[in-house]
């Protein structure tokens, strides 16, 4: 698909006013972080969960580690339509939630030397790829890593790339050739603080994209 098309995906966001001003955008994605380790992680705060999401933007719930009862219980609490994986969850868990009828993504850090081919057990578990810099935190870290590297990608499961996208890189993204690239992951780079998205600079982020 042309890169002006792909999916945006706003991931850690935790206050009711700034999800219900972001909503206004239309993003496709919305991601909820549930690792209490991040600074992003949100509490059961059912206000935050019962802004209006218009149709065409999903909620996603990102978990570390997580085991498969907790998750299937905040998907059935909170309305997730997606679960985001980004631990050293195994294919085992991966089909487990894809067989309950979960849309599932799995993340990858991805560094000098990744070996692609580890993603072979995962092809027919997950319905997307993540990949993300590495980094001290699962995420959010709010560094990029070498896209080049994505040249070695040859499954035909869609992948989201992630890790320090900024207004600086909408040129380089509109630029990528990669033919499973279906959407972008914002965080770190589009934050006030931690968990506060600043919305005007993720709407010119999508305005550019979309242009």
Known sequence: MPNRN???????????????????????????????KS??????????FSSIFKQGTSKVG??????????????????????QLHGHETPQICHELKDSG?????????GEGFDFSQLEEYVQCCDFFLFDAS???????????????????????????SGGIDLEHLDEIKALRLPQLYGVDLNSKFEIQPGLKDVKRVQEFIQKLRA
Do not use: S
Not at 6 to 33: A, H, S, W
Not at 140 to 160: A, D, I, K, S, T
């Open 6 to 36: 792909l999916r945006i995906k706003v991931c850690g966001m935790k206050y009711t006013e700034n999800i219900e001003d972001l909503l206004l955008l239309q993003p496709d994605y919305v991601g909820f972080i549930f690792y209490e």
């Open 39 to 48: 600074p992003r992680f949100i509490t059961t705060q059912w206000a935050v």
């Open 62 to 83: 990102v978990f570390v580690d997580e085991e498969v009862e907790v998750v299937l219980q905040k998907v059935t609490d909170l309305g997730l339509e997606m679960v």
């Open 102 to 110: 979960l849309t599932v993504m799995k993340a990858f850090r991805v």
């Open 135 to 161: 980094g001290a935190n699962p995420g959010g870290n709010g560094h990029r890593f070498n896209w080049n590297l994505l040249q070695g990608y040859e499954y035909q499961v869609p992948f989201f790339l």
